[in-house]
């Protein structure tokens, strides 16, 4: 089939609700359904669509020019494209950048990623805003010659996001080592981390290694043995998609780590996890946070960041400043970070143990690095844990 052939295929975005958005196909031709999700960002595509955490979900994408860029083999942010669906207003017809190597839709066509094009993604996004998010599919080429009630039939069989549990699903199946050496850094690596998968991006590891860190990520099956046979300086969980109220695993995992005083930093649904073991709750937003122009307050300092963001569940925790834990064998928490848009909880900081976690991705891929210093606030965390637990035989050594 020719480009302009394929350009021509019917194609449709059924939402939940009956409401239905008729224009052209966009990579894969065929059905996808999902979670209808928009993303506010203006750039960064590519590491959106590799990002795990959007693993079952349909992204609208706000910005109506996507794909001038093309892709290329270095911005991804994990082994491949991770959403259900794409839905974009206006396609470039080709890429034109030095670093290009194939275009967006020749990569969503190779990956079988379903995507539909010509479509207004601002009213998308306003009827999203208005209702929530919800369950939609795409279908085009013959599958959009169905009845409306047969598309919306499917799309309503479809499963919710409430429920689901998809970090195991996304996480590596073998652990692996990121050395500080091979991204910059001179000299021995300074401090040993184990990052839990739970659908980690590949700046992350980054980050750490060229601070110095060395980075053992593990599966999102790790177990607490897994843990102590590393003997990590400090433990890190990461993003990932799903339900956070699925993760009893990890929050058992995070419990033990927290009950052995190891420091903890997580991002994202390494977040939402921190908060159920300490014994809070977590809840669906209405339409979520997803873009990296969200802007976040530091309590501490009164700084804003404007920060990179991708998440669908919140922690319910009080905001009214430091607390016991439910779990009061943690000792005193705080919300360290809120949301200026809607004072959704975005960070949170233990006072007892040495825990801290955010709900957004200081990792910045792509997006602004207003939040890379926490990073370094964790290193200063393992560090501080280090000498404080530090005995007269291994001061002597040192």
């Not at 860029?69 to 959403?83: F, H, K, L, M």
């Not at 016991?324 to 007892?352: K, M, T, W, Y």
Request: charged share 25%; aromatic share 6%; hydrophobic share 35%.
């Amino acid at each position: 089939m020719t480009e302009k052939a394929k350009q021509r295929q019917p194609a449709v975005l059924v939402l939940e609700d009956g409401k239905m958005f008729r224009g052209h196909s966009y990579g894969a031709v065929g059905t996808s359904l999902g979670e209808a999700v928009f993303a506010t960002g203006m750039t960064g595509y590519q590491e959106t669509i590799t990002d795990p955490s959007y693993a079952r979900q349909i992204v609208v994408q706000t910005a109506p020019h996507i794909g001038n860029t093309g892709v290329n083999g270095e911005d991804a942010e994990s082994r491949r494209i991770w959403v259900a669906g794409y839905v974009v207003r206006d396609p470039a017809r080709r890429p034109s950048n030095w670093r290009s190597e194939r275009s967006l839709d020749e990569e969503l066509e190779d990956q079988g990623i379903v995507g539909i094009q010509g479509v207004d993604t601002r009213a998308i996004t306003r009827h999203l805003r208005e209702h929530k998010t919800m369950r939609a599919g795409i279908f085009s080429g013959e599958a959009a010659q169905r009845s409306d009630r047969e598309l919306l039939d499917d799309v309503l069989g479809s499963a919710p996001m409430e429920g689901s549990r998809l970090a195991e699903e996304v996480s590596i199946d073998e652990a692996y080592v990121v050395e500080p050496a091979d991204h910059g850094w001179d000299g021995d690596p300074r401090f040993t981390i184990a990052a839990i998968d739970l659908g980690i991006k590949s700046m992350t590891p980054h980050r750490f290694a060229e601070r110095g860190v060395r980075v053992h990520v593990l599966p999102a099956t790790a177990t607490i043995e897994d843990l102590r046979a590393i003997n990590p300086d400090g433990v890190f969980m990461s993003n990932g998609p799903g339900d956070p109220a699925t993760a009893d695993a990890q929050v058992g995992l995070l419990r033990s780590v927290l009950d052995e005083k190891m420091p903890y930093f997580g991002i994202c649904f390494g977040n939402q996890i921190l908060g159920r073991a300490l014994g809070f709750g977590t809840y669906k937003l209405r339409y979520g946070h997803r873009g990296i122009n969200q802007p976040v307050m530091d309590r501490r300092t009164g700084k804003v960041e404007i920060t990179s963001q991708n998440h669908g569940f919140a922690v319910d925790a009080p905001l009214d400043g430091a607390r016991v834990a439910p779990e009061e064998r943690f000792g005193r928490v705080e919300v360290s970070h809120i949301s200026l848009n809607d004072q959704v909880v975005e960070g949170l900081a233990c006072l007892d143990i040495p825990a801290f976690s955010v709900q957004y991705h200081p990792e910045a891929a792509a997006g602004p690095h207003d939040a890379a210093y926490l990073f370094d606030r964790f290193i200063d965390l393992m560090a501080s844990n280090k000498k404080s637990t530090a005995t007269p035989e291994t001061e002597e050594a040192k």
